[in-house]
T-cell receptor, first 116, second 114 residues
Framework: DTGVSQNPRHKITKRGQNVTFRCDPI?????LYWYRQTLGQGPEFLTY????????KSRLLSDRFSAERPKGSFSTLEIQRTEQGDSAMYLC??????????????FGQGTRLTVV | AQSVSQHNHHVILSEAASLELGCNYS??????LFWYVQYPGQHLQLLLK??????LVKGIKGFEAEFIKSKFSFNLRKPSVQWSDTAEYFC????????????FGTGTQLKVEL
């Protein structure tokens, strides 16, 4: 396994701009999660995919946020009209090969977003 | 509401000291419990997990945790810490009824001094 890969690692953007992050999960993992982590806090759940279906979204995920996993492999998280409050580390995790029941989640290194 | 509490936010220990980090959870129903560690500049890594069975679980690098259902606790322990254990430690819980999302505590920053 090459692990969960996230790109870019760092993103600085001006307020009001749109940004998109990419996550490549561990091969064959059918569950993919997005979390957000701010300083001094643990990761907070944003959304979850099983294959290409987005099965759950947190109330933290405002209308400006959208996530996709079009072919059930990689996923993208887009933030439109960024605000300073969006500055955070965005973490992606994946779990569970087909046939596996609940397993632990494996995390990527995250994308650190700074909105100026 | 589902929640995880870690009461120790910052812990400083000398090498060879014993470690215990507290974790309490509030969940309806059966839970899976996890401890993750984040070394400086690295991603979250799983230390250990509890799904069912023996409530005393052993993880990597000499860590262990005990699930005490009556106390809603899952404390992390290590008999003798090393400088390389300096990291942030997160307790997390997940309901078994579906959804699979993890609820994390706020984390404990551990610093081990030589």
């Amino acid at each position: 396994d090459t692990g969960v890969s996230q790109n870019p690692r760092h993103k600085i953007t001006k307020r009001g701009q749109n940004v998109t992050f990419r996550c490549d999960p561990i091969s064959e993992h059918n569950r993919l999660y997005w979390y957000r982590q701010t300083l001094g806090q643990g990761p907070e759940f944003l959304t979850y995919f099983q294959n290409e279906a987005q099965l759950e979204k947190s109330r933290l995920l405002s209308d400006r946020f959208s996530a996709e996993r079009p072919k059930g492999s990689f996923s993208t998280l887009e933030i439109q009209r960024t605000e300073q409050g969006d500055s955070a580390m965005y973490l992606c995790a994946s779990s569970s090969r087909p046939g596996q029941m609940n397993t632990e989640a494996f995390f990527g290194q995250g994308t650190r977003l700074t909105v100026v | 509401a589902q929640s995880v509490s870690q009461h120790n936010h910052h812990v400083i220990l000398s090498e060879a000291a014993s470690l215990e980090l507290g974790c309490n959870y509030s969940y309806g129903g059966t839970v899976n419990l996890f401890w993750y560690v984040q070394y400086p500049g690295q991603h979250l890594q799983l230390l250990l997990k509890y799904f069912s069975g023996d409530p005393l679980v052993k993880g990597i690098k000499g860590f262990e945790a005990e699930f005490i259902k009556s106390k809603f606790s899952f404390n992390l322990r290590k008999p003798s810490v090393q400088w390389s254990d300096t990291a942030e430690y997160f307790c997390a819980a997940r309901g078994t009824g579906g959804g699979n999302k993890l609820t994390f505590g706020t984390g404990t920053q551990l610093k081990v001094e030589l």
